[in-house]
């Protein structure tokens, strides 16, 4: 399987701060990275797919970057709303993996 | 709007058998491959597995090989999964996921339902 792992594990921050949150693959995975955002009690919501596409609805403060086995996540001015856990996933092969997830907490 | 409602979950003893239900609305469900995510308390998410659109071909992890059967019924737009032999590690909420085309394979998870709740103990 592949492993996704994130960096950091969680971090803390300030409203309005630029935060960034790293995911490496254990092998290349192209750009078959999607990043999901799951609020306390809530279903996973797909943020970022293909590792730099913006899903619909989502405020263009994210954006995401990377291919092979380096990719970013990028919260350009950080809100409320936003203090909460992300995860990315791998769609490269099967069986599709997530990371251990990132918590982002407020400073 | 896409609507997933997940069902079925509960709390059984281990060796036991639970089957989840996952009625769709809000888009035509016999055209997208669907998915069983999980999550353990406090955990990170793990995919279980996964359907093609016509249900001819399903994925599974290994964790759940040859104990756990995805099914689906698009004359009713619902998704099942059937788990046998449960285990204390299969305690979870059991997401069902919408993937974005029609494969088994096809698992970027655009729409998710809210979770049910399974409870493996005795």
């Known amino acids: ?107 | 709007e896409v609507q997933l409602l997940e069902s079925g979950g509960g709390l059984v003893q281990p060796g036991g058998s639970l089957r989840l239900s996952c009625v769709a609305s809000g888009f035509t469900f016999s055209s997208y491959g669907m998915s069983w995510v999980r999550q353990a308390p406090g955990k990170g998410l793990e995919w279980v597995s996964g359907i093609s659109d016509g249900g001819g071909n399903t994925y599974y992890a290994d964790s759940v090989k040859g104990r756990f059967t995805i099914s689906r019924d698009n004359s009713k737009n619902t998704l099942y999964l059937h788990m046998n032999s449960l285990r204390a590690e299969d305690t979870a909420l059991y997401y069902c996921a919408k993937g974005s085309c029609s494969s088994a394979s096809c698992y970027r998870f655009d729409s998710w339902g809210q979770g049910t709740l399974v409870t493996v103990s005795s």
């Open chain 1, 1 to 107: 399987d592949i492993q996704m792992t994130q960096s950091p594990s969680s971090l803390s921050a300030s409203v309005g701060d630029r935060v960034t949150i790293t995911c490496r693959a254990s092998q290349s995975i192209s750009s078959y990275l999607h990043w999901y955002q799951q609020r306390p009690g809530k279903a996973p919501k797909l943020l970022i797919y293909d590792a730099s596409n913006l899903q619909g609805g989502v405020p263009s403060r994210f954006s995401g970057s990377g291919s092979g086995t380096d990719f970013t996540l990028t919260i350009s001015s950080l809100q409320p709303e936003d203090f909460t856990t992300y995860y990315c996933q791998q769609t490269y092969r099967t069986p599709p993996t997530f990371g251990q997830g990132t918590k982002v907490e407020i400073k």
